[in-house]
């Protein structure tokens, strides 16, 4: 044992048998510090099983639990002599540091004795008893963040509970908080708080909203634009819609977006428009009820339909009707950032039902495993947390769960109301599917509602209802619930406008409405609906509602006869890629992925790979002067041809054929283009050679980078200046340093240079703020590369460098929510490119999904064997465990590319995996240190090998030149395995608390 831990464990035992208590640490980071005073505190455990231990009985009832559980939780990989074992040398090791008396063991239990301070406890304490400022304030991240190790995945289960439960806890108490600070007109509180709860949980769309309501309060009318595009990629991602009052505050955003417009509150339709068509389905529920209600005879309805049908709104207006009448109603909504926590929706229906009068009256057993759902309730149930696992860990709480219910139930009748159940976990599925049909005994209506039809094989006891869109009949009914139509022509027509236009769903029936409203169309009297501008209105309706792109693929088109037209057919492929991009109604696939298909000879086949619905397909023949182009459009669906044609002209005209087969592509698919996207394009030319470069950028090889220079520099001699020619041209000089191709500093200031003369000629280009976000980043101006990244997003919402960039510089801040929006987003557009995939490894891997990440670096390296895949995929596996495999690939990319810069990363971390010391530090040359002092991942991964063989020092140095270039993601630096040696170093409390403040202050 190091002086310092000697020091650090007799100051713990001091402490502990003085009485003064040890600090055990939950929030954001894990550990347990002691001291014979606050400022003598010392780190005595870090993140570990020893830890995990302690936190557990912390947590636990009595602080105490059985031998055999604390053995399932954390050494169930093993037999259960070994877990014992294992158990015995931790209770040893926790007193040689804290002392004989800080843990008991007696009667085949274990119990923490010493008084521990834990930030949890004071957190859940504050919050109830209504002191949210020190609530918001004990809350500084997730809850015990990263794992103890392998074979604790029952421990992992435990913690993923408790963290999401926590997490919720704080959201709503920073909810309350930050009403009251807009309210008290404190509104950069409000704003900063309401940042806190979005980026504790960012897939929950309430703490959205709230913060884009706090941004309009404060008056920051450009942050809220920009929260609510981030807000929208996130939703998109998510493959979600907002709800109506989240919808309400985007409109809200939008409108003062535009030329400065008052954030006033959104136009509102009504307060709740009626519920009509939904007789029947309402009904069914009422026949339902009556049964259970009065004598017993337990039932299941499961509710259907798509998006905005009216499930919630029906579930609503049932629970109402039940209320009113006094009736017991408990509405539970699954929230999708619970979707991945094992049985997260069956323990907060647990919980629930655990607050009703006759919930007492379960079994013993029974209450263990409810407190194994949420251990808060060992507070309402007197049992420890049982230690089933597996399969009989589902059957019990499913058990537990129905004997409560049938608890609850024999007090007085109850419904239960499971709302968007297609967000609900598998494990509570599980369970809830073993639940429901033995729901017989018990006097209760269970109803669960969502997109996705009940899937369960007992199904005697579930009767279904499909919710269909409204009939024309029906819009006029839920028209005039909200205000009556006056007997005008325009009124009779406005109904079957609107179903023809909304399809009959009720929420978008809504919102054509508001948007009519918003824009003047129609207006709400006292007396009715009125209509100023009858056209208005009909063309507004007519005009299809915004819609996801269609995805459309130019396949490179083919050459008949002499291959001196192969440059003819290149340039015709990549100028309809050019002008059927300028399109919005349109998301062409990238050359770069439209060139990995082309030998793909099934059209189906070859859409499927890109996730395209159309293809257009051509060949191009040149007789003498005459050339020939003949186009298909297919509809990859069906496998149907949509259009065929060819044209014939000069060699001269190529671009003039170019724009006919567009003009034919966008007819046939229906795809006007707006006077901005009709204009005479006279970059064409120029975009051509820049999709060209990008082509050869992303294959990250020297000789491509040669190949780009070349082709920008025939562009420029051809066209003159041109902004989009020097930003590429600066790109590839800033990419031969990202890349390790040749980490030169002069390359930098000649991309500085290029970057200068772009935004000369044009300075609020999308490019333009590419490169200078991309050298801004390389010298570890990180907040001004994001805004250059954001400002080009804002100029082309799908420009790819921005996305992808911007998407890892996320993943590297610990910004996940943000990155994988971005990611998928240039994965759409550019699906094959295999730095895209590279990259949603990279957010995967420091997301802590460590076998999960494989899958993307494993795509990468077999799409492009190229040197940086073979280090990215090689240092994945070794996160996963997968040394050996790892082991190959670093050793292949040394002897292929030694003596390089990449070579000389890949030899470093190749030794460093194994342990050599000397090697590795032989290996980190002049140029990979240039390569890491530019390059945030390379400065971390310099870090961890430092960390592997020893040499804490360069460690420590590399890894704060790391946080400082951005690399803030302080959830991975506590679990990332590599940095493991660290962790007992005296330094590591100081460079995670700053990594801490950096990550937190880092704003998307």
Known sequence: MSESRQKAAAASATATRRGRALRLTTFGAASLSGGPQRSDETIVFGPGKPLALLAYLHCAPNHSASRDRLVDLLWSDGTAEAGQHNLRQAVWYIRQRLGDKAVST???????????????????????????EQGVALYAGDFLPGTPGQGANDFDEWADLERYRLRRVFTRAAECLVRRRLAAGRHADAQR????????????????????????????????????DLFERVLAD?????????????????????????????????????????????????????????????????????????????????????????????????????????????????????????SQGVSPDAAAALVSLNPSLSARFAAAADGARDDEALRRRALAVLELVTAVSEEAPLAVL????????????????????????????????????????????????NLVPLSPEGVLQLVSSIAPLPSQTWAARLPPLLHQATAGVPRAVIERLQDALEQGLITLEPTGWGCPNPEGLAVQLATPATAEPLPLLVSPFRVEGPSDAAHLAQGLTEGLITVLSQSERLRVIALASAMRVRDVGDVRARAAAVGAQYVLEGRVSMDGDRLDVAATLHDATTG??????????????????????????????????????????????????????????????????????????????????NALLYATTGMVYWQLVFSGSNPDEALLRTAEEYAEKASALEPDAPHSHALAACIAW??????????????????????????????????????????????????????????????????????????????????????????????????????????????????????????????????????????ERPE?????????????????????????????????????????????????????????????NLRADDRWPQLAEDCRQAWEEFEV
């Not at 007696?106 to 949210?132: K, P, Q, S, Y």
């Not at 949980?201 to 450009?222: C, F, M, N, Q």
């Not at 494990?427 to 209760?444: E, G, M, N, T, Y």
């Not at 801040?813 to 995939?837: C, Q, T, W, Y």
């Open 418 to 465: 499971c709302d968007d159940y297609h967000w609900v976990d598998p494990a509570s599925i599980a369970a809830l599917a073993w639940v429901l049909p033995q729901l017989a005994a018990a006097r209760v209506l269970w109803i669960t509602a969502g997109s996705a039809a009940w899937a369960s094989s007992e199904q005697r006891l579930t009767e279904r209802a």
């Open 920 to 980: 590795a530090l032989a290996a980190v040359t002049p140029h990979l240190e240039t390569f890491g002092r530019h390059v945030s991942y390379v400065a971390w991964h310099l870090g961890a090998g430092c960390a592997l063989v020893g040499e804490s020092d360069s460690a420590f140095a590399w890894l704060r030149h790391a946080v400082a270039m951005g690399f803030v993601n302080h959830p991975f630096l506590l679990i990332d395995p590599l940095l493991a």
């Open 106 to 132: 007696r009667h085949g239990n274990v119990a923490l004795v010493a008084e521990v301070v834990c930030d949890r406890t004071a957190f859940v304490a504050a919050v109830e008893n209504g002191d949210l």
């Open 640 to 721: 149907s041809v949509i259009r065929g044609d060819s044209w014939s002209g000069a060699g001269s005209d190529l671009f003039a054929l170019r724009d006919q087969v567009a003009r034919a592509v966008l007819d046939a698919l229906r795809v006007p283009l707006n006077p901005r996207e009709e204009r005479d394009l006279g970059e064409r030319p120029a975009y051509d050679c820049y999709l060209r470069a990008r082509h050869c950028l992303l294959r990250f090889l020297p000789e491509e980078f040669d190949r780009a220079l070349r082709v920008l520099r025939y562009g420029l001699e051809r066209g003159g200046d």
């Open 238 to 358: 998510d493959r979600r819609v907002a709800q109506p009052n989240t919808q309400a505050v985007l409109r809200r955003v939008r409108r003062a977006a535009e030329d400065g417009a008052p954030a006033g509150p959104a136009v509102a339709v009504a307060v709740a428009p009626a519920m009509v068509s939904r007789e029947r389905e309402f009904g069914m529920l009422v026949a339902a009820w009556e049964p259970a209600r009065r004598s017993g005879g337990g039932r299941h309805v499961h509710l259907t339909g798509g998006v905005g049908l009216g499930k919630t709104r029906l579930l609503r207006e049932f629970q109402a009707r039940l209320q009113a009448a006094g009736e017991q109603v408990l509405y539970m909504p699954a929230r999708f950032p619970a979707r991945r926590v094992s049985f997260g929706f069956v323990a907060e229906i647990a919980t629930g039902l655990a607050q009703l009068p006759g």
């Open 193 to 228: 708080l309401a940042r806190r709860a979005r980026d504790a949980d960012p897939h929950d769309e309430g703490v959205w909203a709230l913060l884009l309501e706090a941004s309009l309060a404060a008056g920051d009318r450009a942050r809220a634009a920009a929260e609510a």
């Open 778 to 915: 390389s010298g570890g101006r990180v907040r001004q590369a994001v805004t250059h990244f954001q400002r080009a997003l804002a100029c082309d919402p799908a420009n790819p460098e921005a996305l992808a960039w911007l998407g890892c510089i996320y993943g590297a801040a610990g910004k996940m929510f943000a990155a994988h929006a971005l990611i998928a987003r240039v994965l759409e557009l550019d699906p094959l490119s295999s730095i895209n995939h590279s990259f949603l490894g990279f957010n995967l891997m420091v997301e802590g999904r460590f076998e999960e990440a494989l899958g993307p670096y494993r795509l990468t390296f077999e799409l492009d064997k190229i040197p940086p895949a073979y280090a990215t995929y090689a240092i994945a596996l070794a996160r996963a465990g997968r040394k050996d495999e790892a082991d190959d690939l670093l050793a292949t990319l040394s002897r292929l590319t030694g003596g390089t810069p990449v070579g000389d990363f890949g030899e470093f971390m190749l030794r460093a995996l194994r342990g």
